[in-house]
T-cell receptor, first 114, second 114 residues
Framework: AQKVTQAQTEISVVEKEDVTLDCVYE???????LFWYKQPPSGELVFLIRRNSFDEQNEISGRYSWNFQKSTSSFNFTITASQVVDSAVYFCALRQGGSEKLVFGKGTKLTVNP | ETGVTQSPTHLIKTRGQQVTLRCSSQSGHNTVSWYQQALGQGPQFIFQYYREEENGRGNFPPRFSGLQFPNYSSELNVNALELDDSALYLC?????????????FGEGSWLTVV
Protein backbone atom coordinates (compact mmCIF):
# COMPACT_ATOMS: atom_id res chain seq x y z
CA ALA A 1 0.00 0.00 0.00
CA GLN A 2 1.11 3.54 -0.54
CA LYS A 3 0.37 6.46 1.70
CA VAL A 4 1.43 10.07 2.15
CA THR A 5 1.15 11.87 5.47
CA GLN A 6 1.30 15.62 5.87
CA ALA A 7 0.91 16.02 9.60
CA GLN A 8 0.75 19.82 9.54
CA THR A 9 -2.77 20.85 8.62
CA GLU A 10 -2.18 24.60 8.82
CA ILE A 11 0.87 26.79 9.33
CA SER A 12 0.88 30.54 9.80
CA VAL A 13 4.07 32.59 9.60
CA VAL A 14 5.08 36.21 9.26
CA GLU A 15 6.69 37.36 6.05
CA LYS A 16 10.44 36.68 5.80
CA GLU A 17 10.29 33.75 8.18
CA ASP A 18 11.57 30.37 6.99
CA VAL A 19 9.03 27.55 7.02
CA THR A 20 9.32 23.79 6.52
CA LEU A 21 6.47 21.61 5.33
CA ASP A 22 6.76 17.97 6.32
CA CYS A 23 5.94 14.95 4.17
CA VAL A 24 6.26 11.31 5.17
CA TYR A 25 5.49 8.55 2.70
CA GLU A 26 4.96 4.80 2.75
CA UNK A 27 5.61 2.44 -0.12
CA UNK A 28 6.94 -1.08 -0.61
CA UNK A 29 8.37 -0.33 -4.02
CA UNK A 30 12.02 0.45 -4.60
CA UNK A 31 11.13 2.60 -7.61
CA UNK A 32 8.85 5.53 -6.90
CA UNK A 33 8.49 9.24 -7.54
CA LEU A 34 7.75 12.05 -5.14
CA PHE A 35 6.16 15.36 -6.03
CA TRP A 36 5.23 18.65 -4.45
CA TYR A 37 2.39 20.78 -5.77
CA LYS A 38 1.12 24.22 -4.79
CA GLN A 39 -2.61 24.96 -4.90
CA PRO A 40 -3.65 28.61 -4.73
CA PRO A 41 -7.33 29.48 -4.10
CA SER A 42 -8.02 29.33 -7.84
CA GLY A 43 -7.69 25.55 -7.65
CA GLU A 44 -4.98 24.74 -10.15
CA LEU A 45 -2.28 22.40 -8.87
CA VAL A 46 1.06 23.96 -9.73
CA PHE A 47 3.94 21.52 -10.13
CA LEU A 48 6.97 22.39 -8.00
CA ILE A 49 9.30 19.39 -8.03
CA ARG A 50 9.62 15.73 -8.97
CA ARG A 51 12.18 13.44 -7.40
CA ASN A 52 12.78 9.75 -8.15
CA SER A 53 13.69 7.22 -5.49
CA PHE A 54 17.21 6.74 -6.78
CA ASP A 55 18.14 10.39 -6.48
CA GLU A 56 18.55 11.49 -2.88
CA GLN A 57 20.29 14.71 -3.71
CA ASN A 58 18.67 17.70 -2.11
CA GLU A 59 17.55 20.44 -4.43
CA ILE A 60 17.37 24.19 -4.21
CA SER A 61 15.40 26.43 -6.52
CA GLY A 62 15.50 30.06 -5.51
CA ARG A 63 13.82 30.33 -2.11
CA TYR A 64 12.60 26.74 -2.28
CA SER A 65 14.54 23.71 -1.15
CA TRP A 66 13.72 20.05 -0.71
CA ASN A 67 15.24 17.47 1.63
CA PHE A 68 14.74 13.85 0.55
CA GLN A 69 15.73 11.21 3.10
CA LYS A 70 14.96 7.60 2.26
CA SER A 71 16.10 6.45 5.70
CA THR A 72 13.17 8.27 7.30
CA SER A 73 10.83 8.13 4.24
CA SER A 74 10.56 11.88 4.25
CA PHE A 75 10.53 14.53 1.55
CA ASN A 76 10.36 17.89 3.31
CA PHE A 77 9.95 21.27 1.66
CA THR A 78 11.44 24.50 2.98
CA ILE A 79 10.59 28.02 1.91
CA THR A 80 13.24 30.53 2.87
CA ALA A 81 12.28 34.16 3.53
CA SER A 82 8.59 33.48 2.95
CA GLN A 83 6.43 35.96 1.06
CA VAL A 84 2.70 36.65 1.06
CA VAL A 85 2.48 35.12 -2.43
CA ASP A 86 3.59 31.80 -0.96
CA SER A 87 0.21 31.51 0.80
CA ALA A 88 -1.47 28.41 -0.59
CA VAL A 89 -2.17 24.77 0.14
CA TYR A 90 0.83 22.56 -0.54
CA PHE A 91 0.48 18.90 -1.42
CA CYS A 92 3.03 16.14 -1.31
CA ALA A 93 2.32 13.18 -3.61
CA LEU A 94 3.74 9.73 -4.33
CA ARG A 95 3.67 7.68 -7.50
CA GLN A 96 4.88 4.09 -7.44
CA GLY A 97 6.87 2.85 -10.40
CA GLY A 98 4.54 1.34 -12.96
CA SER A 99 1.49 2.87 -11.33
CA GLU A 100 -0.91 5.14 -13.13
CA LYS A 101 -1.89 7.25 -10.16
CA LEU A 102 -0.62 9.88 -7.77
CA VAL A 103 -1.43 9.40 -4.10
CA PHE A 104 -1.71 12.72 -2.32
CA GLY A 105 -1.40 13.77 1.27
CA LYS A 106 -4.16 15.90 2.76
CA GLY A 107 -2.17 19.06 2.23
CA THR A 108 -0.75 21.80 4.41
CA LYS A 109 -2.34 25.23 4.29
CA LEU A 110 0.34 27.88 4.55
CA THR A 111 -0.59 31.45 5.40
CA VAL A 112 2.10 34.09 5.20
CA ASN A 113 1.09 37.29 6.93
CA PRO A 114 2.59 40.66 6.03
CA GLU B 1 0.47 27.98 -17.48
CA THR B 2 0.52 24.20 -17.81
CA GLY B 3 -1.22 23.98 -21.17
CA VAL B 4 -3.95 21.82 -19.62
CA THR B 5 -7.35 23.42 -20.08
CA GLN B 6 -10.64 22.38 -18.55
CA SER B 7 -14.25 23.37 -19.11
CA PRO B 8 -16.53 24.45 -17.68
CA THR B 9 -14.84 26.13 -14.72
CA HIS B 10 -17.94 26.19 -12.53
CA LEU B 11 -21.29 24.47 -12.79
CA ILE B 12 -24.31 23.64 -10.68
CA LYS B 13 -26.36 20.49 -11.22
CA THR B 14 -29.32 18.89 -9.54
CA ARG B 15 -29.15 15.51 -7.84
CA GLY B 16 -29.87 12.73 -10.33
CA GLN B 17 -28.68 14.70 -13.36
CA GLN B 18 -25.70 13.87 -15.52
CA VAL B 19 -22.61 16.01 -16.16
CA THR B 20 -19.80 16.04 -18.70
CA LEU B 21 -16.48 17.74 -17.98
CA ARG B 22 -13.88 18.34 -20.66
CA CYS B 23 -10.11 18.53 -20.75
CA SER B 24 -7.50 19.37 -23.34
CA SER B 25 -4.11 17.94 -22.50
CA GLN B 26 -0.76 19.61 -22.89
CA SER B 27 0.71 19.40 -26.37
CA GLY B 28 2.66 16.17 -26.83
CA HIS B 29 1.02 14.40 -23.90
CA ASN B 30 -0.82 11.16 -24.60
CA THR B 31 -2.02 10.40 -21.08
CA VAL B 32 -4.89 12.03 -19.22
CA SER B 33 -5.96 11.36 -15.65
CA TRP B 34 -8.90 12.65 -13.66
CA TYR B 35 -8.94 13.41 -9.96
CA GLN B 36 -11.72 14.41 -7.55
CA GLN B 37 -10.88 16.82 -4.76
CA ALA B 38 -13.43 17.28 -2.00
CA LEU B 39 -13.23 20.37 0.16
CA GLY B 40 -10.29 20.24 2.54
CA GLN B 41 -8.94 16.98 1.11
CA GLY B 42 -6.20 15.92 -1.25
CA PRO B 43 -7.12 14.89 -4.79
CA GLN B 44 -8.31 11.31 -5.27
CA PHE B 45 -7.52 9.37 -8.45
CA ILE B 46 -10.58 8.51 -10.56
CA PHE B 47 -9.02 6.96 -13.69
CA GLN B 48 -6.40 7.35 -16.37
CA TYR B 49 -6.58 7.16 -20.14
CA TYR B 50 -3.57 6.27 -22.23
CA ARG B 51 -3.83 6.24 -26.02
CA GLU B 52 -7.64 6.20 -25.83
CA GLU B 53 -7.85 3.21 -23.47
CA GLU B 54 -8.67 3.24 -19.77
CA ASN B 55 -5.39 2.43 -18.12
CA GLY B 56 -6.29 2.26 -14.45
CA ARG B 57 -9.13 3.15 -12.14
CA GLY B 58 -9.47 4.28 -8.55
CA ASN B 59 -12.20 3.45 -6.09
CA PHE B 60 -15.06 5.14 -7.91
CA PRO B 61 -18.37 3.57 -9.01
CA PRO B 62 -19.20 2.82 -12.67
CA ARG B 63 -21.36 5.95 -12.94
CA PHE B 64 -18.03 7.75 -13.30
CA SER B 65 -16.91 7.11 -16.86
CA GLY B 66 -14.60 8.71 -19.36
CA LEU B 67 -13.35 8.97 -22.88
CA GLN B 68 -10.14 9.95 -24.55
CA PHE B 69 -10.16 11.15 -28.14
CA PRO B 70 -7.56 10.71 -30.90
CA ASN B 71 -6.20 14.19 -30.17
CA TYR B 72 -5.76 13.02 -26.54
CA SER B 73 -8.38 15.36 -25.14
CA SER B 74 -10.71 13.75 -22.65
CA GLU B 75 -14.14 13.81 -21.06
CA LEU B 76 -15.32 12.80 -17.61
CA ASN B 77 -18.96 11.82 -17.36
CA VAL B 78 -20.82 11.38 -14.11
CA ASN B 79 -24.34 9.93 -14.13
CA ALA B 80 -26.99 10.00 -11.44
CA LEU B 81 -25.30 12.81 -9.56
CA GLU B 82 -25.27 12.66 -5.78
CA LEU B 83 -24.71 15.47 -3.31
CA ASP B 84 -21.33 13.97 -2.37
CA ASP B 85 -20.15 14.41 -5.95
CA SER B 86 -19.78 18.11 -5.21
CA ALA B 87 -16.05 18.70 -5.58
CA LEU B 88 -13.27 20.14 -7.68
CA TYR B 89 -12.53 17.86 -10.63
CA LEU B 90 -8.98 18.07 -11.86
CA CYS B 91 -7.64 16.88 -15.16
CA UNK B 92 -3.99 15.90 -15.35
CA UNK B 93 -1.81 15.50 -18.41
CA UNK B 94 1.40 13.55 -18.84
CA UNK B 95 3.22 11.37 -21.32
CA UNK B 96 4.03 7.69 -21.35
CA UNK B 97 1.19 6.08 -19.45
CA UNK B 98 2.48 4.63 -16.18
CA UNK B 99 5.96 6.08 -16.51
CA UNK B 100 7.14 8.36 -13.73
CA UNK B 101 6.95 11.47 -15.87
CA UNK B 102 5.72 14.69 -14.37
CA UNK B 103 1.97 15.17 -14.24
CA UNK B 104 0.58 18.61 -14.98
CA PHE B 105 -2.83 19.73 -13.80
CA GLY B 106 -5.45 22.06 -15.17
CA GLU B 107 -7.36 24.65 -13.15
CA GLY B 108 -10.21 22.28 -12.49
CA SER B 109 -13.97 22.27 -12.79
CA TRP B 110 -15.91 23.16 -9.67
CA LEU B 111 -19.07 21.05 -9.53
CA THR B 112 -21.87 21.76 -7.08
CA VAL B 113 -24.73 19.27 -6.79
CA VAL B 114 -27.87 20.58 -5.14
Amino acid sequence: AQKVTQAQTEISVVEKEDVTLDCVYETRDTTYYLFWYKQPPSGELVFLIRRNSFDEQNEISGRYSWNFQKSTSSFNFTITASQVVDSAVYFCALRQGGSEKLVFGKGTKLTVNP
Amino acid sequence: ETGVTQSPTHLIKTRGQQVTLRCSSQSGHNTVSWYQQALGQGPQFIFQYYREEENGRGNFPPRFSGLQFPNYSSELNVNALELDDSALYLCASSSGGVSGNTIYFGEGSWLTVV
